[in-house]
């Protein structure tokens, strides 16, 4: 659906598999993985909201409407990502 970028700029498929970093900490592991997971659903929220309003053009409103709800469960899950991610980086 989308290609993103790695940490270090290389382009992944999405859903590709995290690659080894035997040089890395668990600790960076787990900050790097889940910033990374934050910023791809961020930019899943977008593309849904993008989504609900094309459809709200289509003449689907409920459809549309049912997505801007989903989106605000993203956000919300967003956030508690965030939460989860300043926790780890202590
Ligand atoms: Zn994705």
Partial sequence: ???????????????????EHPSRTKKEE???????????NEHHAEELEEMAHQLKEQGMGDAAK?????????NEGNKRLSLALTLVKR
């Fill in 66 to 74: 049912k997505i801007s709800e989903a989106v605000e469960n993203f």
């Fill in 30 to 40: 787990n900050i790097a993985l889940l910033q990374f997971m934050l910023s791809h």
């Fill in 1 to 19: 659906m989308h290609i993103l970028n790695d940490e270090n700029g290389n382009p992944i498929a999405h859903g590709g598999q995290d690659k």
